[in-house]
């Protein structure tokens, strides 16, 4: 088990191939471990999805249709009639279309099927990728929520998951920089938000952070964000701290540098 998981193992355990002492260390470490957990829910939906991937083949009506163009086709040349030779080089040339015509008409089925199944497949790998979008959002959501600190810092960086985060996550994400008790959680909050600054959002619970948090570090961090982005809703709350007199020294000097390029 690499790294204290089970990665390596989860395909012998959907096969059912793992000895029986295996299989229930790895079923007890799946009980208590959403990563792995995850990627094995993961698996199962993708190996459904290969399961249920038909190879599409010409029908049997169609190739029937095919096989008798052919043999209608050879009945008609094969017969014997007395016509001029220019006529008869005519004929044969025509016969030579139709049956061109019919083998188009067969390649052109089987290609039109093949882009039919191949929409299908799509279709369903989109639903299976929403499926799994949603399952991993939800367990973010709730790992957020876990009364570990670690536990919530691990959802905090789930982020890494959703290069386009909605609403929902955004605002798990704003609600841990703004209230979580524990200043590591806070901190992974910010920097996970920092990627998304072009949210009215994000920016909003930067100016909020900033007019509560205590912590030097995430003020100083929040500080070179707001200038970096120029938010001029931002002035007030520096101005202000500028003038608390328990404010740290390299804050001030922070702020001082920062505010002349928002302003």
């Not at 829910?41 to 993708?46: A, Q, S, T, V, Y």
């Not at 900033?210 to 570090?217: D, M």
């Amino acid at each position: 088990m690499k790294n204290n998981h089970v990665s390596d193992l989860l395909p012998e355990y959907l096969d059912n191939t793992l000895s029986d002492s295996v299989k229930q260390k790895t079923e007890q470490h799946l009980a208590n471990c959403i990563q792995c957990k995850l990627e094995l829910d993961e698996m199962k939906l993708l190996f459904n999805a290969f399961k249920n991937d038909a190879i599409t083949v010409p029908s049997d009506r169609l190739s029937a249709k095919f096989e008798a163009a052919l043999n209608q086709e050879k009945s008609a040349t094969a017969k014997v009639v007395s016509i001029a030779p220019k006529k008869e080089k005519s004929n044969w040339a025509s016969n030579l279309l139709k049956v061109a015509a019919s083998i188009a008409l067969l390649v052109t089925s089987f290609q039109i099927g093949r882009v039919i199944q191949s929409q299908k497949n799509n279709q369903e790998l989109v639903v299976l990728q929403d499926e799994t979008l949603q399952f991993k959002q939800a367990a973010m959501l709730s790992l957020m929520e876990n009364q570990s600190a670690s536990k919530r810092i691990q959802g905090v960086n789930y982020i890494e998951e959703f290069p386009n985060p909605d609403e929902a996550i955004v605002k798990a994400l704003t609600d841990r920089l703004l209230n979580d008790e524990n200043d590591n959680v806070r901190l992974n909050a910010f920097e996970a938000l920092s990627n998304f600054t072009a949210s009215e959002t994000v920016k909003t619970a930067f100016i909020k952070t900033l007019e509560k948090e205590k912590n030097p570090s995430i003020q100083v961090a929040i500080i070179q964000a707001l200038v970096k982005i120029q938010e001029k809703k931002a002035i007030a709350p520096m101005q202000k701290l500028l003038e608390q007199e328990d404010t740290q020294p390299f804050i001030k000097k922070e702020i001082t540098e920062g505010l002349p390029k928002i302003i």
